[in-house]
């Protein structure tokens, strides 16, 4: 199983929803990730987990809080989003061990804020 | 700043014909680099990775070149398939132990029959 899983594949909430993104691998990487995607824009770093500890945080606005609950999963909550928050949302894996390593990627969420 | 870019947004080329898309980086300290692509409405799939000690790098029909005196990454597609066209990325892992990948621009492979 290579697969990264994320849910749900589409998702539309108001700014004062309280909603929240999955993503699920079961290819034993230690390492997960965010990742925001406007269109036309190459992905862009919110967060990386590794061994279930957050160890960066671009500099995200509080309104997205990640979870890494345990390591297969990875969730992010959103609540009082903006307009320009609406973005392809993509959870990414990786085996890293301190050693650069291919990201797996989802095939994303894609999140509209009206 | 950190960054990574690309000459060419757009990239046209003739089915059969090969395809060179370039990319530029900024941090000499990278330590390792990502080809990937996507499709539209899908996620990037990995091409190739290339690591700082090695300059040539090749898969089945693309190579990447790494040349790090001026920061130049480059992937060669060789005879250019229609399933070929897409976004492709580069990306630099900043090194640190983590996997830090930052993406550069992207460049769009039309591929005309």
């Known amino acids: 199983d290579t697969e990264v899983t994320q849910t749900p594949k589409h998702l539309v909430m108001g700014m004062t929803n309280k909603k929240s993104l999955k993503c699920e691998q079961h290819?034993?990487?230690?390492?997960m990730y965010w990742y925001k995607q406007k269109a036309k824009k190459p992905p862009e770093l919110m967060f990386v987990y590794s061994y279930e500890k957050l160890s960066i945080n671009e500099s995200v606005p509080s309104r997205f809080s990640p979870e890494c609950p345990n390591s297969s999963l990875l969730n992010l909550h959103l609540h009082a989003l903006q307009p320009e928050d609406s973005a392809l949302y993509l959870c990414a894996s990786s085996n890293s061990g301190g050693v650069a390593g291919e990201l797996f990627f989802g095939e994303g969420s894609r999140l509209t804020v009206l | 700043g950190e960054s990574v870019g690309l000459h060419l947004p757009t990239l046209s080329v003739q089915e059969g014909d090969n395809s060179i898309i370039n990319c530029a980086y900024s941090?000499?300290?990278?330590?390792?680099f990502i080809w990937y692509k996507q499709e539209s409405g899908k996620g990037p799939q990995f091409i190739i990775d290339i690591r700082s000690n090695m300059d040539k790098r090749q898969g089945q029909r693309v190579t990447v070149l790494l040349n790090k005196t001026v920061k130049h990454l480059s992937l060669q597609i060789a005879a250019t398939q229609p399933g070929d066209s897409a976004v492709y990325f580069c990306a630099e892992n900043i090194s640190g132990g983590y996997n830090k990948l930052i993406f550069g621009a992207g460049t769009r492979l039309a591929v005309h029959p």
């Open positions: 941090n000499s300290a990278s330590d390792y």
């Open positions: 290819m034993g990487h230690r390492a």
